[in-house]
């Protein structure tokens, strides 16, 4: 089975904090994601990496930033929580995209708060 | 860059009610496309995905998909639900070819069965 873990289910930080998000995937995939998914607002994507080192932002980066020092491990940093980063944060894993494409695998999600 | 767009925000069911969820989305190319379910206090599960060939395409607990690309619609069907399907649903696109790594995701759509 694949498997992406996220090592804190719940968390309550402090405005201010830094905060780091952790995701570990076990299927020795190239790209990895992280997500936050909000109600009505569906899933959005904050970063994703497509290699060891390389990053991209995606729709919603500000506020965040990644740190991919090796393929199994993603993790996502808020520098400085602010309570509108209160969320359900998802982190994903996928192979290369091939010619007939590749499923994304979820981990179990994060819930932030953010006092 | 691509979107999806999921007609109804919450739909609400009898079961053994028929079920279709719309989803259509806006990409000039060719695009792999995914409907994901979450159910209560889980995480986001592959319902089923579609790559290419035939534009009906058969999932788990006997959800099918069809694509029309004439119409850029991608919208799910079950002939009938089961409380247990309550649940929310989500439609995804991903670009197919070099580059392309992103999943788009709608909003989604929840869905409640009454027994």
């Known amino acids: 089975d694949v498997k992406v873990t996220q090592s804190s289910r719940y968390l309550v930080k402090r405005t201010g904090e830094k905060v780091f998000l952790e995701c570990v995937q076990d299927?020795?995939?190239?790209?990895m994601f992280w997500y936050r998914q909000d109600p009505g607002l569906g899933l959005r994507l904050i970063y994703f990496?497509?290699?060891?080192?390389?990053?991209e932002k995606g729709d919603i980066p500000e506020g965040y930033s990644v740190s991919r020092e090796k393929k199994e491990r993603f993790s996502l940093i808020l520098e400085s929580a602010s309570t509108n980063q209160t969320s359900m944060y998802l982190c994903?894993?996928?192979?290369?995209?091939?010619?007939?494409?590749?499923?994304?695998?979820f981990g179990e999600g994060s819930w932030l708060t953010v006092v | 860059a691509q979107s999806v767009s999921q007609h109804n925000h919450h739909v609400i069911l009898s079961e053994a009610a028929s079920l279709e969820l719309g989803c259509n989305y806006s990409?000039?190319?060719?695009?792999?496309l995914f409907w994901y379910v979450q159910y209560p206090g889980q995480h986001l599960q592959l319902l089923l995905k579609?790559?290419?060939?035939?534009?009906l395409v058969k999932g788990i607990k006997g959800f099918e998909a069809e694509f029309i690309k004439s119409k850029f619609s991608f919208n799910l069907r079950k002939p009938s639900v089961q409380w247990s399907d309550t649940a929310e649903y989500f439609c995804?696109?991903?670009?197919?070819?070099?580059?392309?790594?992103?999943?788009?995701f709608g909003k989604g759509t929840k869905l409640s069965v009454i027994p």
């Open positions: 995804a696109v991903r670009p197919m070819g070099a580059g392309s790594y992103q999943l788009t």
């Open positions: 990409y000039g190319g060719t695009v792999n």
């Open positions: 990496s497509y290699d060891v080192k390389m990053k």
């Open positions: 994903a894993g996928s192979p290369t995209l091939g010619a007939k494409g590749n499923t994304i695998y």
């Open positions: 299927m020795d995939h190239e790209n």
């Open positions: 579609y790559f290419s060939g035939d534009p």
